[in-house]
């Protein structure tokens, strides 16, 4: 099968039931979501894990992919959300419980009242940023992900995507402005 067709193409067959175009889509996107999995799990091992279940996660809800050509996007969006699943469970296994005053304790809870607001808010924030960039195209929101999230370079996003670095900027330029002109919008839309 070539291998030279757009993200769209694959994920329309895959779509329609074509299990050999999913492996297109993995072999171009393993990458991405294994770097993004080394970053959140504890070992090599869990970060396969991750990598797997991501796949496996994307292949069972690729029916519910509205916009195919945006399946590098939608896919980094099911690995980012089974990491930080990953990342809060592993939390919650290691948190200790080993205060026993209870002055200390008064502490703790309310100290965690002031995290969990700001947390909220962070989360918050995110959402929005998230929503905002499902409206970018995947020219722009992959780019943008990539060197934001990943913390890629852009030599190492150029190689990755088969991109000119000075194209790549541009896109991460503009998927900023982009982003920024969204986010203002929706901000002023709550506000009214």
């Known amino acids: 099968m070539p291998t030279d067709e757009s993200d769209g193409t694959y994920a329309r067959r895959v779509q329609d039931g074509d ?20 970053q959140y799990a504890d070992s090599p091992e869990d970060a396969e894990d991750l990598a ?43 948190y200790a419980f080993s205060r026993t005053d209870e002055e200390e304790d008064a502490d703790v809870l309310a100290g965690s ?3 969990q607001a700001g947390d909220l808010l962070a989360e918050e924030r995110s959402e929005r ?3 905002a960039l499902d409206d970018l195209s995947s020219t722009y929101a992959t780019p943008f992900l990539l060197k934001y999230r990943d913390g890629l370079t852009y030599k190492a996003m150029s190689g990755r995507l088969d991109v000119s670095v000075s194209a790549l900027k541009v896109r991460v330029h503009r ?12 901000y002023d839309e709550r506000r009214a």
Not at 54 to 82: C, H, M, Q, V
Request: glycine share 4%; hydrophobic share 35%; aromatic share 12%.
């Open 52 to 94: 797997q279940d991501t796949f496996i996660r994307a292949y069972r809800r690729i029916e519910d992919l509205k916009n195919p050509d945006r399946f590098s996007s939608w896919l980094y969006g099911i690995a980012l959300n089974r990491c930080r699943d990953y990342a809060k469970n592993v939390r919650r296994e290691t």
């Open 175 to 186: 998927a900023r402005k982009k982003l920024r002109n969204l986010l203002d919008d929706r």
């Open 19 to 38: 299990r050999e175009a999913f492996r297109v889509l993995v072999e171009r996107y393993e990458g991405m979501v294994f770097d993004l999995a080394h």
């Open 129 to 131: 940023l998230w929503a």
């Open 113 to 115: 009242g002031r995290d």
